[in-house]
């Protein structure tokens, strides 16, 4: 009941709701469909009779009978304090309410405070370097930094790297010269088992060394956690001109946006992935004259083309190959704006016309990728959190200098960014739909409107332990956090479960309230302990695990191991109070018991 509104979420984000919803959701019908017919079966068949007044030390093996006779005694000490400590609560119901309120007061702030995320880092045994020169640049010099920078990879981090290639003339942000592109392989997580060989401790130290090399700018960072949504971790940003400013002042705008970036210590490698502008000749035909000349467009054109760009003409077969032809100025005739004198143009009577009696030539400067999102002109902004920063708090930072800049610019998010917004909006209502349905089974099971409250009163407990565990490690509310959110108000519905239906049981059979409570308390310890203690030893692997998936398997294993904690040691002490307190409230009159009295 609980996962099933996950499966009907759409996007990215429900697409990972989907897989944990199906999944669980089959082994919780499997266990059901277990424990209805097969474990009936094998208690008839395995289990003997046992008389009464037996001990363990009456059977079994024989060495382990001293530890099963210590378990006992002490595990009998613990339940009897645990009732103890129930009648207590019951006894001074106002103090143990103010605690109450106390707890869910705290987990509401820490809540507020734990930072947003979308999925966390993963170490997925690769590493990118981006490369960008100054504008000009040639493809020898961009090839010279990128060998430089595998150089660096091959050599001083030997350690961890396996092997790098090196790319020139291309990059995230384009095709270009002054482009370049650097693909790290790291060695098998087995052989990378300290902290300082994990791939975000290598971009680290890469950054420091590679900031030194003057002639360009070299940033080093492992690719996001879903390649399919971007080409960085951190965050996707759009910088968009909504109100027609033109180029050059969204590009002012860019530039004003990466210095104030530069100096918020909630951001880090702010860049863009984008192309600056270069110089451009622009030819100024007069088209008059052209036609006066007879001169064809095709054929000014193409001449230009042909001469600076290169030109197919036709193919020829040598060696029984067939190889194509194209013609092209040589280099020395193609270096220099004024060779376009040296051109000549044929009209349309045969005759050769200089470039010089119809053109005319000026520098200016020009973007050489033009890029619109969603419809407005836009520049393309990377960048990911300080160091214990999250990407949520670097999207907020990106957002409070955006409303700095001039008016008429606007932002929008992608990639990673927007999946995370978008899960961030479809939280609330998850959690809202998934308390419904817990609410309205408990409801059916117990045959009342006004138990199940006890139920919703215990929520916010499992929800404090997971929340104090994964903000104390430091990790964010992301996608896997809320899976693991969900999980323990399951596991704390069915705590409550556990003890609430032996006491409406014996309540039934005549005991009054206060003594059908402390004996359902009693009689459920032993169960609630075993399922909840097997459940957290079973999800421990998950938060301590390392290697390939880590970071998903701390998000989830860390929130559902704080949960059960919480859920077992704390909400056992509060389930009974708040039976007893809602059944005086609006439950029928029950007989009356005196509640015992618990030490001062």
Same mark, same amino acid.
């Given at each position: +009941? ?196 994990? #791939? ?15 002639? +360009? ?135 050769? #016309? !200089? ?5 005319? /030539? ?20 990377? /960048? ?127 005991? /009054? ?20 203690? *097997? ?7 998950? *938060? ?46 029950? !007989? ?7 030490? *001062?």
């Amino acid at each position: +009941a609980v996962f099933g509104p996950m499966a009907f979420f759409g996007g990215s984000t429900g697409i990972i709701y989907r897989q944990f919803s199906v999944t669980i959701i089959a082994a919780m019908l499997l266990s059901v469909v277990v424990a209805l017919i097969l474990t009936p079966v094998l208690c008839a068949t395995l289990l003997k009779p046992v008389p009464k007044g037996h001990e363990p030390a009456e059977s079994g093996i024989f060495f382990l009978r001293p530890f099963f006779i210590w378990f006992d005694r002490a595990f009998f000490w613990v339940r009897d304090l645990y009732v103890k400590l129930v009648g207590h609560s019951i006894g001074r119901s106002v103090r143990y309410v103010f605690i109450y309120l106390l707890i869910v007061a705290g987990t509401g702030f820490l809540f507020l405070q734990l930072p947003t995320g979308y999925l966390p880092d993963e170490d997925q045994g690769m590493l990118l370097s981006q490369i960008l020169l100054p504008t000009g640049a040639t493809l020898e010099q961009t090839q010279q930094v990128a060998d430089e920078v595998q150089r660096y990879f091959l050599e001083d981090e030997k350690e961890a790297v396996e092997s790098c290639m090196t790319i020139s003339g291309i990059g995230f942000s384009g095709r270009g010269q002054n482009n370049g592109m650097v693909f790290v392989k790291l060695k098998d997580w087995e052989l990378r088992d300290r902290p300082d060989l994990r #791939v975000k401790a290598i971009a680290g130290r890469a950054m420091g060394a590679l900031s030194k090399i003057r002639n +360009a700018t070299v940033f080093a960072f492992p690719p996001p956690a879903v390649v399919e949504l971007g080409n960085a971790m951190g965050f996707d940003f759009q910088l968009l001109d909504r109100s027609g400013l033109g180029h050059v002042a969204l590009t002012n705008a860019c530039h004003q946006l990466l210095g104030m970036a530069a100096q918020d210590e909630r951001l880090f490698r702010v860049r863009p992935n984008g192309m600056e502008d270069v110089p451009e000749y622009r030819i100024d035909v007069d088209w008059e004259k052209a036609g006066t000349l007879r001169l064809p467009i095709t054929s000014i054109h193409n001449t230009i083309a042909a001469a600076f760009g290169s030109a197919y003409v036709n193919d020829f077969i040598q060696g029984g190959r067939v190889k194509r032809v194209y013609v092209q100025a040589d280099a020395p005739y193609r270096m220099q704006p004024k060779d376009l004198d040296k051109l000549y143009v044929r009209n349309t009577e045969g005759k050769m #016309v !200089p470039y010089s009696s119809f053109a005319t /030539g000026y520098w200016s400067s020009g973007s050489p990728r033009l890029e619109r999102f969603n419809g407005f002109p836009s520049m393309n902004i990377w /960048g990911e959190p300080a160091p214990g920063r999250s990407s949520g708090d670097a999207m907020r930072a990106m957002e409070e200098l955006t409303s700095k800049l001039p008016q008429g610019t606007g932002f929008d998010w992608t990639g990673l960014s927007y999946q995370e917004r978008q899960a961030g909006a479809q939280a609330a209502p998850l959690y809202a739909f998934s308390i419904l349905i817990i609410f309205l089974c408990v409801a059916a099971l117990y045959e009342s409107w006004t138990i199940p409250f006890v139920n919703m009163l215990i929520l916010p407990l499992g929800i404090f332990g997971a929340t104090v565990a994964t903000s104390w490690r430091g990790m964010p509310n992301d996608v896997y956090f809320q899976v693991g959110f969900l999980t323990t108000l399951g596991l704390s519905t069915k705590n409550a479960i556990l003890i609430i239906q032996f006491a409406q049981y014996r309540m039934q059979r005549g005991e /009054g309230l206060i003594e059908a409570t402390l004996g359902a308390a009693r009689t459920r310890f032993r169960p609630v302990i075993m399922t909840s203690l *097997a459940f957290f030893f079973g999800v421990l692997p998950l *938060a301590l695990a390392g290697g390939a998936g880590a970071g998903a398997e701390n998000a989830i294993g860390t929130a559902v191991v704080g949960g059960m904690l919480s859920a077992t040691f704390i909400a056992l002490l509060f389930i009974p109070l708040f039976f007893v307190l809602v059944s005086r409230w609006f439950g029928k009159k029950q !007989p009356q018991s005196t509640a015992p009295s618990g030490p *001062a």
